[in-house]
């Protein structure tokens, strides 16, 4: 079994404020065997020592990411440090941090997960690996997909690509007990036995325009053809307006729908550039024999599909399930509870959820809208759950071919919970 609950603090400039804050909110809490701390921050929490400090004080490991924004219970505040806290007696955790990563060479990641596993030799099998990687330009997210697989060997991979507030994400890092890192992995390998699920919110049917092509020529990250034509043809055909030079305006709002057509649902590959040529470059690899269509991004598809995909979770909150956080605002309004938990429902020990960077951005004035949507679905149900705003989603999918077979995807602007 596994437990989880949350911290947070607002304290930015105020180490030992910060320190309180969060000690105080897990003073309480029983912390069984083995306990992990993921930890998600603005760059300015590790720019005023607070995120230091905390490694510091805290008995647990801390592992995680910088964020634009994130939420946990009891938290109004978007500029938050928050922690989520795994505790168990029957699971035990590794943490391990990759070498500097330069180029898309997997056996950079396959030798660190190989030197994990053996110092963990005498623990039971991994189920599951948590991954917080760097935002670099000469690394795609689906190199780590590749790479975590091939090392593994189909162990379930979810996670996050690091971002930050500032406009070009020159602060993005990962973290890692008390230092933080622009280019490496930092990872946690959750060894025995239990069975996580997982929940994605994409994009609606009602939003995918009609139609199908076959990428016919593809290099990585670049579709060059579809339907043996230049991609540009097939997002034209489909009614993308083109300005006076023929070039297509807001292309990062009509995302490819890839279908790998291996049994495993599509994936949302966001698209961010045209070339001279033809082609279109995305947020992610597609490999040719894909099947594509387009599709269309805006608010109210944001958190119709957020929403939908809450509903989807059953809510029976653990028999152990904590009070609100001591430090929670008095002033906090409680959220509607959307549909009531169930006694048949199976109980929910925590939840994490990675949600895409775009889908913050698109919801432009009101970016909390998304964070409202998950404390109205969990708050009252008390079930500890945290949410962080990603550069890149990593997330198992089902495999309809092969039942009881999960296969992991590199996402854009998907909302993925892991439920515990």
Sequence with gaps: MIRTFSAFTEEMDDVEGAVSDIKRQIENRDLLANSIGLISCLPAFIETGVYAALAEALPFDLVGQTTIAGAVPGSEDLNILSLFILTSD??????????????????????????????????????????????????????????????????????SLAVDNTLDYRKARVLFRGEDYADRVAYLLIHGEFKPRFYLATISNEKIFSGTGVVTRSQGNQVLEIDGAPAVQFLIGKGLATDDRGVIQGLDSFPYIVDYNDGSDPVVRVIFATTEEGGAVCLGDIPEGSTLSVGYFDDTEILKSTQSTLEKVPLAAPASAPAAPASAPA??????????????????????????????????????RELVEVRTRFDR?????????????????ANHVNPGKMTTRFHNNTFCMLVL
């Design 331 to 368: 002033s906090a309004p409680a959220a509607p509870l959307a549909h009531a938990a169930t006694s048949a429902a199976p109980a929910i020990n925590g939840i994490l959820i990675f949600s895409c960077l775009g889908r913050f951005l698109t919801l432009g004035f009101e970016p909390k």
């Design 90 to 159: 029957d699971l035990s955790f590794s943490v391990a941090l990759t070498e500097p990563i330069t180029e898309e060479d997997e056996r950079l990641i396959i030798s660190s997960y190989e030197h994990t596993m053996a110092l963990a030799q005498d623990r039971p099998s991994v189920s599951l690996i948590l991954v917080y990687a760097p935002l670099l330009l000469t690394v795609g997210g689906d190199y780590f997909v590749r790479a975590f697989d091939a090392a593994s060997g189909g162990v379930p991979v979810f996670g």
């Design 381 to 397: 149900s008390r079930i500890p759950y945290a949410v962080v705003y990603s550069g890149g989603e990593i997330c198992p999918l």
